[in-house]
Nanobody, 114 residues
Framework: QVRLVESGGGLVQAGGSLRLSCAAS????????MGWYRQAPGKQRELVAL???????NYPSSVKGRFTISRDNANNALYLQMNSLKPEDTAVYYC????????WGQGTQVTVSS
């Protein structure tokens, strides 16, 4: 089992920055892929950033160039640096880890005011 705890969300003005953190514990040695997803009210959960154990990353066009995902394997942590935030980035952000199962954190709220 893998436990994920997110932190770092909050309220920020458009154009600002936030850094989300995800602390992983449990069977972390079996994690293959980690990522960040978000879900806005009335919308489906969507991928924000993906990081594989091989070091590759992937972003949708909506955040590419503004968001950066990074992993700190020594500290079992995943980060999401978000720059140039827009009101449409407002959502609950979730950390995800994939082994042979998919694990989710409880989410952290990010609100971007215009």
């Amino acid at each position: 089992q893998v436990r994920l705890v997110e932190s770092g969300g909050g309220l920020v003005q458009a154009g600002g920055s936030l850094r989300l953190s995800c602390a992983a514990s449990g069977s972390i040695f079996s994690i293959n892929v980690m990522g960040w997803y978000r879900q806005a009210p009335g919308k489906q959960r969507e991928l924000v950033a993906l990081s594989t154990s091989g070091g590759s990353t992937n972003y949708p066009s909506s955040v590419k160039g503004r968001f950066t995902i990074s992993r700190d394997n020594a500290n079992n942590a995943l980060y999401l640096q978000m720059n140039s935030l827009k009101p449409e980035d407002t959502a609950v952000y979730y950390c995800n880890a994939v082994t042979d199962l998919s694990y989710w954190g409880q989410g952290t709220q990010v609100t971007v005011s215009s």
